[in-house]
């Protein structure tokens, strides 16, 4: 892959949106087939210029208008806001008051870097194959409780370029939900409480929820792999002090969770590390957190420590912010990361599994494979204009983009699927034939 | 609604007809009433309505609500003034019209301010929870869908389908078994305060919500319509209120939803520095009394003390001059510099009486803001003995204030239970050996409690004597049967008002 210099930016981005930003699906997308008067028209949409110049408010009139504006102002941010009462790039001329913020899709991010306390091979804004598995855990669990248990169908997740995820709900009901509902759906699907000051972060009661039994078994699929081999989080005394850390006190103290442990904590570690691998101390572990101590009252017996150490290691932790304002701006899919050059494209939910963030393009990589294909073609085309315009529609499909947004378009597809449903419904009520 | 002045014969409806119109004991008030009545009838549905909704609100501080004990003194109430409250009772049609109608009355006089909505809107949605939890179990679908209410309960293999799920779900359920129970299926957003903690199960986009947990919703929905009704009503109050015939019978209405009114001046100049020592033992909730002896014992009080304490002395009557002279000598006794007294803290105590600065004459502390707000740290004696006092101290100077064993153990009861305010009224039925009759005497402000509070008041009385010719009891017997302390000097003049009293609230 051709490496990414944020230097070439302008000239890159120059390209991108000339030939290989999908303008028709993403106007496709927004304008949720045109069922709703300026619903595309009333959209605020804001973008970060070079220099860190911002632009809020920006609106347009269709897609070709969009697209006129995009390429003139190459942004190299595009965000996604919701969709107002009035047009947002008049939103100065409305009566004060008067422009409200109406609906938008319910949408999440989940960053990497709210998980620094429980990943050892990373921090900060880098990642690595080894911590990504807590993205695919984090959408598993997600999508399912909003799929099955909330009874959402169209479900976008996008790589954000760097270092998260981000999901976009946009059935027709859920853009109209109210700021309430939206946090106590985050709420809802939030586990893992607590800043840097709280050491144990996962409290389960003795009554457990079909949600959290569910995403308990989502992680089961992914423990073994990620968090004792890849992470190693018993690999040594450091580490599996933090592990010691959650467990309660009072099952801490009792002189037979250490034998079950095989650990003797003065100072002779020489059980504990007679078995080398995260795998068995993991097994011991979990025995010795089973157990059910004899003097202890009222203690709940059996997995729910082993379940709140496997939580609050793997469970997705969600920015409420995000999620709770209907006029929170979001990164746009197929937006440009102005660090690392990625493209936020949308996520295969079928193969969740095999997505690799490092194998993303990056806008330097398809905009030389577009030279590439460009010059071998033009050595055969006289007019430049003519071939312009026929490779405009096809250009991103000859790049590493192509599959991509093949995903999109899938999801494009369901929507119009869905939409058309309603209508039919709506008009057999009506009895319009 | 039409009012003639003449009084017209009720409309007679056919047995049939009148349970079609009214096909059950409860009901969201979702249409107003249509039919003609008379102005002597309208003001008796008002005050009937009223009389109840302040039992409710009684009731509800005296005793823990959904308690047998408060289930069946509600009960009482409405059986005695005549309202609907059973489902299976044969003739049910005019209470539940004068149920129906005073209602919509009543949406009038308490429309007009946040305070009054608030208060009618809690003392409505306690009655239709207590009515709710006697309603049996098959006549609640009906009800609902005659409410217009979008709950269906599932069938039976539903609900085994999901049974596991359901019972992890919901706190609520009991034991094991679901078949009993009937369970709800309503869109997830309708839950909202069920499914944000996680308390209900959700499948594709909808909650299954046992019955004990519908009820909760039920009461949410109530609230939020009848909380866009007022804001209606107020709207259109103007065109109502310009009927001479009604504007004074609403505001008579709304003014009396206040308890007694301590902000009013009446009350000054009717009690004397040297008996506030012996008030405080005898006559002070226990709140006060603390603070008056920390008063003495340190001759200070910190700022959270002066305010509760300084606005609870001015309730019951001190005057400016008084209060001044009262903190003055006390904080000398400290060896506090008069000057800097002067400097220090009589512009404060002036300024609680209104004469400074925004010149807001403040009214004392409810017992809600002392339980609620500034929690005492440290070197403060202030906020409520029941509330902020570990148990063992509580329970060491009841024992100290000679409260019986039995006594104490039922007051440290209330307080575990967070009852604090039933926790007050119980010491005082233990110090002026008085039982409380259905919930009659409710402290809402710690002046009530000050069994001596004056009432030469000319208002007062006149608004006391009104009260009883309408037949409601004036919610304090106490302070409106009461004499003025001025009269009475001598410990055995005191102690046979206290048995005057006790026959009094007996009656």
């Known amino acids: 892959m051709e490496p990414f210099d944020p230097a070439e930016l302008p000239e890159l981005l120059k390209l991108y949106y000339r030939r290989l930003f999908p303008y028709a699906q993403y106007y496709r997308w927004l304008n949720y087939g045109g069922v709703v008067k300026n619903y595309f028209q009333h959209r605020e949409f804001s973008f970060t210029l070079k220099d860190d110049i911002y632009i809020r408010y920006q609106s347009f009139n269709n897609q070709s208008d969009l697209e006129k504006e995009m390429q003139k102002m190459n942004p190299y941010k595009i965000d996604i806001g919701a969709v107002y009462s009035h047009r947002p790039n008049q939103h100065n001329t409305v009566k004060l008051g008067a422009f409200q913020a109406q609906e938008k899709e319910l949408v999440f991010d989940i960053d990497m870097t709210d998980y620094d306390d429980v990943r050892r091979c990373c921090s900060s804004a880098d990642i690595c194959s080894k911590c990504w598995t807590l993205m695919t855990m984090a959408i598993r669990i997600i999508d399912r409780a909003l799929k099955e248990d909330f009874g959402f169908k169209h479900r976008l997740w996008v790589y954000s370029g760097r270092r998260g995820v981000h999901c976009w709900v946009c059935d027709e009901s859920v853009r109209k939900l109210s700021s309430a509902v939206r946090s106590g759906i985050v709420e809802y699907l939030s586990l893992v409480k607590g800043g840097q000051d709280v050491k144990k972060k996962v409290h389960l009661s003795e009554n457990v929820h079909p949600f959290v039994r569910k995403s308990i078994s989502i992680i089961k699929k992914y423990f073994e792999g990620y968090a004792l081999v890849g992470q190693d989080i018993l690999e040594n005394k450091e580490s599996w002090d933090k592990i010691l850390a959650l467990v309660p006190e009072n099952i801490l103290s009792q002189d037979h969770f250490y034998v079950s442990l095989q650990y003797n904590e003065k100072g002779d570690h020489f059980n504990f590390q007679k078995h080398h691998s995260s795998l068995q101390r993991w097994e011991y572990l979990k025995k010795a957190a089973s157990q059910c101590p004899s003097n202890i009252k009222n203690e709940k017996c059996g997995p729910w420590l082993e379940w709140e150490i496997m939580l609050q290691y793997c469970f997705p932790r969600l920015d409420i912010n995000v999620s709770k304002g209907i006029n929170h701006l979001l990164k746009s899919p197929f937006s440009v990361h102005p660090k690392t050059g990625r493209i936020s494209v949308p996520i295969d939910l079928q193969k969740v599994d095999q997505f690799d963030p490092f194998a993303v393009p990056t806008i330097s990589s398809i905009c030389h494979e577009l030279d590439a294909i460009f010059t071998s073609e033009a050595e055969k085309e006289e007019n430049q204009a003519e071939s312009d315009i026929k490779h405009r529609t096809r250009d991103y499909k000859k790049t590493s983009l192509a599959p991509y947004v093949k995903v999109f378009e899938q999801f494009l597809e369901n929507l119009d699927k869905s939409r058309k449903g309603e209508l039919l419904k709506k008009s057999d009520l009506q009895k319009d034939f | ?507």
Not at chain 2, 42 to 69: H, M, P, Q, W
Request: glycine share 6%; with cysteine.
């Open chain 2, 1 to 507: 609604m039409e009012f003639s002045g003449v009084k017209r014969r009720k409309p007679w409806l056919i047995g049939d007809q009148r349970k079609a119109s009214y096909p059950h004991s409860l009901q969201f008030y979702l249409q107003p009433p249509s039919e003609n009545i008379s102005l002597i009838e309208f003001e008796n549905l008002a005050i009937d309505r009223l009389k109840l909704l302040k039992s409710v609100e009684n009731l509800g501080v005296s005793y823990v609500k959904g308690t047998e004990l408060y289930q069946s003194k509600l009960e009482a109430e409405i059986r005695r003034l005549k309202f609907s409250y059973r489902e299976s009772l044969e003739d049910e049609y005019e209470p539940r019209r004068k149920d129906h109608i005073s209602h919509f009355i009543l949406r009038l006089a308490y429309c007009q301010s946040e305070d009054l909505r608030r208060w009618f809107i809690q003392q409505e949605m306690d009655l239709l929870r207590f009515r709710f939890s006697i309603l049996p179990k098959d006549k609640i679908q009906s009800f609902l869908q005659d409410s217009h209410l979008h709950f269906e309960a599932i069938s039976e293999e539903e609900k085994n389908l999901r049974e596991q799920e359901i019972i992890a779900s919901s706190t609520s359920l009991g034991g094991p078994k679901l078949e009993l129970e009937y369970v709800y299926k309503i869109p997830f957003a309708d839950a909202l305060d069920l499914f944000r903690g996680r308390k209900v199960y959700l499948e594709n986009g909808f909650a299954y919500v046992p019955l004990k947990d519908i009820v909760a919703i039920i009461l949410n929905e109530f609230r939020a319509k009848l909380s866009k009704a007022l804001a209606l009503t107020a709207r259109s109050l103007p065109a109502v209120q310009s009927d001479e015939r009604l504007q004074p019978l609403l505001n008579h209405l709304s003014h009396s939803y206040i308890g007694q009114d301590y902000s009013i001046q009446g009350n000054a100049g009717k009690i004397s520095l040297d008996q506030i020592d012996s008030l405080s033992t005898k006559s002070f909730p226990p709140c006060m009394r603390q603070l008056h002896k920390a008063l003495r014992e340190n001759h200070h009080l910190r700022h959270g003390g002066r305010m509760q304490y300084g606005l609870f002395l001015k309730g019951i009557g001190l005057t400016l001059e008084q209060a001044l002279q009262f903190w003055k000598q006390e904080f000398i006794k400290g060896k506090m510099d008069p000057d800097k007294f002067d400097k220090g803290y009589s512009y404060n105590i002036r300024h609680s009486f209104g004469k400074e600065g925004k010149r807001t004459d403040y009214t004392p502390f409810s017992c809600l803001k002392i339980i609620l707000t500034n929690p005492p740290s440290q070197g403060d004696y202030h906020g409520c003995p029941f509330r902020h006092s570990d148990p063992e101290l509580l329970k060491q100077k009841l024992q100290s204030y000679k409260i019986t064993p039995g006594g104490i153990s039922q007051i440290l009861d209330l307080v575990k239970g967070t009852h604090y305010q039933v926790a007050c009224q119980k010491y005082f039925e233990m110090t002026h050996n008085k039982i409380s009759q259905c919930g009659q005497m409710v402290f809402k402000e710690p002046n009530e409690k000050d069994a001596l509070a004056p009432s030469g008041n000319v208002k007062r009385h006149i608004a006391a004597a009104q009260s009883q010719r309408s037949g409601m009891r004036p919610t304090l017997p106490i302070t409106a049967q009461c004499r003025v302390v001025t009269t009475a000097f001598s410990a055995s003049c005191l102690l046979k008002q206290y048995s005057r009293l006790s026959s009094s609230v007996q009656g």
